[in-house]
């Protein structure tokens, strides 16, 4: 009994702090749920503890244990007072514990449908954003995943499918609202790629991209050339104008089939023969391009262009000096991962 108001203090304490946690996280119906659960435990260890004597600590244990129905009969009422405790909380423990039980299945079944539509909040990072849905970002998706090269891949759209793994998660939503790339986590990812079926949505998407995260590399599509120019303004690194690019590779395939067929299979990184790599130029700091071609070409890897920051310089001549901070862009063969 000397102990009954610490444990009061420390019980008033405990049921402040569920309340303020219950207000942020349940409606007032499941919080009222709540509170009458948490009532039921606490008055009844309380009535148990003065009625037969024992502990708090004791007496809140063989309340919890009847309220569950488990029963183990370690402490049992003795008093008929006792009893009668017993019985008001064996009648109300079980209108709360099923009450509990209800809310919490409610709140899985909701959460697992949420997921299930993409209504969700991804809070990962270091991850690669995919905005948009169409065959281009769907290809994208595929050549990422069969990589295995990103951390995570979050994809966001309005219409597309919802794939959840252990590699991908879907969030769905307007992708040009602020609220939408916040749930993608778009602040924290490293990389995203945006192509949307109007150039004015990507750009304004990429602007509020650059936005929410200056740091992350941004590459966009643009159904047309001439909106090119305006989405680089909005902040990403690449765009590529994949209708022309698609009609200028259709042409070659006429004319220069030879140059189409290898454009066709370096592109494809998971089945193509050969692929494209970019070699950091630190370790060629200082030297001409065409001493780093011969030591790269020792090691199987034919070098075709420098890439200075946002410009690229193909056939760069031999006697261009590599800059620490250049990229030398490569094709390598397949099985070829030493250079």
């Known amino acids: 009994m000397a102990l009954l108001p610490v444990f009061a203090g420390v019980l008033i304490a405990l049921y402040k702090k569920i309340v303020g946690i219950t207000r942020k996280l349940l409606t007032h119906t499941e919080i009222v749920i709540v509170l009458f659960a948490f009532s039921v435990w606490i008055a009844a260890g309380i009535a148990f503890s003065i009625v037969e004597g024992i502990n708090l600590p004791d007496a809140l244990y063989w309340a919890l244990v009847t309220i569950a129905t488990v029963g183990y009969g370690d402490i049992t009422p003795q008093t008929p007072l006792g009893k009668i405790v017993a019985c008001i909380t064996i009648v109300a423990g079980i209108a709360a514990f099923t009450s509990l039980v209800s809310v919490t299945a409610e ?25 948009g849905w169409n065959p281009a970002t769907e290809s994208a998706y595929n050549e990422l995943r069969s990589l295995n090269v990103a951390k995570h891949i979050v994809l966001v759209h309005e219409r597309g499918p919802v794939i959840h793994d252990e590699m991908t998660t879907t969030v769905r939503g307007d992708p040009t609202r602020t609220e939408t790339l916040l749930r993608a986590s778009v602040d924290k990812a490293s990389m995203a790629i945006v192509a949307l079926d109007d150039d004015a949505k990507t750009a304004l998407t990429v602007l509020a991209v650059k936005a929410l995260n200056p740091r992350a590399r941004i590459v966009a599509e643009a159904l047309y050339p001439e909106h090119v120019d305006l989405i680089h303004k909005a902040g990403a690194d690449i765009v590529l104008a994949t209708r022309s690019l698609g009609g200028r590779l259709l042409a070659a395939a006429l004319l220069e089939p030879g140059a189409a067929m290898f454009v066709e299979d370096a592109a494809s990184a998971a089945y193509g023969k050969a692929k494209f790599k970019e070699i950091p130029g630190k370790r060629f700091a200082g030297k001409p391009f065409g001493e780093a071609m011969r030591l790269l070409r020792e090691k199987g890897c034919t070098p075709i262009a420098v890439r200075r920051g946002t410009a690229l310089i193909p056939n760069p001549p031999d006697s261009l000096i590599i800059l620490e901070s250049d990229a030398i862009v490569v094709v390598t063969p397949r099985e070829e991962e030493t250079c």
């Open 107 to 131: 709140r899985l079944m909701e959460a697992a449908q949420r997921r299930r539509e993409g209504l969700i909040v991804y809070k990962g990072e270091g991850h690669v954003v995919i905005i």
